[in-house]
């Protein structure tokens, strides 16, 4: 595998369940990132996390909690969410998250749908 | 709002036809900018970027140039192919070194 992958591509789900998107680089990057992409809005970011520590958090609900073992995984853990959650979670890494030149590179995303 | 504005679309264009894809955007200084593309079923590529003023980004047959005095990094490309058909994010570097995107522009190139 090269790059970084996400897992699963497509998830549905009931409001009352709990799922993990999981993120994974082989670029050897320090930095790793989870953004929502919803129609017709611009990306929102939502964690970073640099060196296995979360250095940001965009005021993201308590129902979306992200979990980084180590550099080169990246989990997103969902529960009770809502159908307005329904969107393309993507996931991203970076050499550093702290740079000028800060090149991201993006997994394909999981496209998730809450009923 | 957002300090990164695209032009809206889809942008439709025939085989070989010229493309401008507008982004504006505000900020203090003088940040990075980048395109990214994004195509059907795939995460987001970086396409060019350019770090600082008057510096012209270009990659794949796409150029864009930095201008200060517009703060404008508008994407051109002299002839577009239908494989180009996708949709194209501008983005800038905030001052925590995070990017702040546009909402993305859609191009369909029809043969």
């Known amino acids: 595998e090269t790059g970084v992958t996400q897992t699963p591509r497509h998830l549905v789900m009931g409001m009352t369940n709990k799922k993990s998107l999981k993120c994974e680089q082989h670029?050897?990057?320090?930095?790793m990132y989870w953004y929502k992409q919803s129609a017709k809005k611009p990306l929102e970011l939502m964690f970073v996390?640099?060196?296995?520590?979360?250095?940001e958090n965009n005021s993201v609900p308590s129902r979306f909690s992200p979990e980084c073992p180590n550099s080169s995984h990246l989990f997103l853990h969902l529960h009770t969410l809502q159908p307005e959650d329904s969107a393309l979670y993507l996931c991203?890494?970076?050499?550093?998250?702290?740079?000028?030149?800060?090149?991201?590179?993006f997994g394909p995303g999981t496209r998730l749908t809450v009923l | 709002g957002n300090s990164v504005t695209q032009m809206e679309g889809p942008v439709t264009l025939s085989e070989e036809a010229f493309l401008t894809i507008n982004c504006t955007y505000t900020a203090t200084g003088y940040p990075s900018l980048f395109w990214y593309v994004q195509y059907p079923g795939e995460g987001l590529q970086l396409l060019l970027k350019a770090t600082k003023a008057d510096d012209k980004g270009s990659n794949k047959g796409f150029e864009a140039t930095y201008r200060k005095e517009t703060t404008s990094f508008h994407l051109e490309k002299g002839s577009v192919q239908v494989s180009d058909s996708a949709v194209y994010f501008c983005a800038r570097m905030d001052s925590s070194y995070k990017l702040i995107f546009g909402s993305g522009t859609r191009l369909l190139v029809r043969p």
């Open positions: 991203a890494s970076s050499q550093d998250s702290l740079a000028p030149y800060n090149e991201q590179f």
């Open positions: 670029l050897g990057h320090n930095a």
């Open positions: 996390y640099s060196l296995e520590e979360r250095v």
